[in-house]
């Protein structure tokens, strides 16, 4: 219905009442405004197509002109009014309009709202906006946008000075402020600025209000060995006696070359004391303080030789600070021509695994590496230095152990706990278990009905979750070839998947940019994370299972705090996707491996003491202390492992074009 058409409804409207001098009056009105040239010429503007481009070239000029402390949180204002300028011209079939719209201004967003822009590139009838789910998303969502109050009394007086009733509509129907008090917020590019809530956003808080068990599983072997150093603590203090000169056999035991690799020999023999030496006692203050849940899905049982391994690598712990940084060993794939696809290490570092686009995965035992690297040095060979080791060289034999079953790129692969099982997960909508110690493919899972991301071996083992570009993540047992549960909720591409420690829960991350946190039992949605700007393509959980990482295609990292639901900070530091992260054992440190060619440390418990809202009065950009950036010579980082010595592994490919 146009203007011509609403005017006479009133009219109508209005004679129906008896108000034929309103009639009057009012074409009286719109006579007078003849004599307004600028008034009338606005007016003929506005009832065109043209209304959009004008409106949002004002607000967008007198954006850029703003004094430089208010001129970042005005600008959150452009690209709502963007989105909804071109969708309304293409609702209203002004097609050419809006094409032209779109490629006029698409260059001031494409910094931050690339991937968007892209899929709203797909949209070229008003049909797509209903087809489409992005873009018919945005049409019944808000945006959410953090401003202080100066800076939004500034945008009321210049939205009253431009008179124009079409960006006005669009902000009042599509926008919601968050009004703050004090100085604008000093982060320009905080991920939290802009935020999108739709029609599900009662469904989200909804959702969020969930309770949730976030502790530890009680009766792991941790959980006995924190126990054990309560109990012996106690009684040390009665006593007024220390146990340590009981461990000099412990102190002779000699270090496996394979079970933590070269860097371990630099570990001195100090260090290596039993669990109620002066090692374990940081950790009871940190991991001992996090609640113990039972689990909610019957676990297996961890055989003799398993505990005594753990044990042993707690007792041999090395406890990290932000003042003790831990060891990095650091495998570099070469000569992969641009064909791995994905890395992974086990707990102990003994073994590591490169998935290939070819369809093949090979396996490096470290502990034959180190005999063979031995042997050529005790010939004569090249001096290198030991921490380097290089994957992928050219020899006279092979160093690796071929696996081959899939018909499709490898996309992920994990190591079970103890080591004795591989999983690894391709484009032909398969998932494979592999045995380490057999060299061969066990079981070949099928029911993702398009290529699976990412797969994960629970803390325990036994039961691994899978996600895919079916939308979905299914929770399977290795002794069923179909999922126990499937989790749908995603609204796009679920790439990556991770365990909570007490195995009730999983985390996923998604192109939808969005983390869902699901309960295993119910295959229920529980959690509901809202920040990220890119697809998610990373996630870690700490030790203690409160907190969340997720790290996006942009480069940032966020924080989350599972009770709330709620971002404790987020980590801008990376320039390029953050491919992998991964908490220390006691949690006090964060680690990132991203694209750029770099390994970052955060002071993750300096990071989460400082509330968000304290952070938004003080106006404090430095929410999360980074500790270290080591980088790589040329080497994309793909994988990090801590394991449970607090010994740091991590795995890349030279990039093509260097870093």
Known sequence: MDEDQIEGCVSGYLKQKGFAQKDDQLQLSNADSSLQPDTLNRAQLERGSARYHDGYGRLRSWAYRSLESYKHELLRVLYPVFVHCFMDLVAKGHLQEAWNFFNTFREDHEMLHSRDLQKLGLVLSPTHLEEMEFAHSLRQSKFNIKICRYSYELLLQHLHSMQSTTIIGIINEHINFQVTAGQPSSISDDPEAVTLSGSIQDAVNQINQKEILWGMFEDSVEDHVDKAGALLSGTEKGEGEGKEGDNDESKKRSIDVGKQGNSVKKVKKDKVSSATGKNAKPEATTISAAPRIKPEIPLPIVSTDVELSILDDLRNRVQLSSVALPSVNFYTFVNTHNGLSCSSISHDGSLIVGGFSDSSLKVWDMAKLEQQSTAHFSQGGNDMSQNEQIIGQNSGRRQYTLYQGHSGPVYAATFSAAGDFLLSSSADKTVRLWSTKLNANLVCYKGHN?????????????????????RTARIWSMDRTKPLRIMAGHLSDVDCVQWHPNCNYIATGSSDKTVRLWDVQSG???????????????????PDGRYMASGDEDGTIMMWDLSSGCCVTPLVSHTSC????????????????????????????TGIKVPRNEENRSGNANRLRSLKSLPTKSASVYSLQFSRRNLLFAAGAVAKSGC
């Open 524 to 542: 229920e949605c529980v959690r509901v994370f809202i920040g990220h700007r890119s697809m998610i393509l990373s996630l870690a959980m700490s």
């Open 578 to 605: 953050v491919w992998s992260l991964a908490f220390s054992c006691e949690g006090s440190l964060l680690a990132s491996g991203s694209a750029d060619c770099t390994v970052k440390f955060w002071d993750v418990t």
């Open 450 to 470: 398009y290529p699976i991301w990412d797969v994960q071996f629970s803390p325990a083992g036994h039961y691994f979750a899978s996600c895919s570009h079916d």
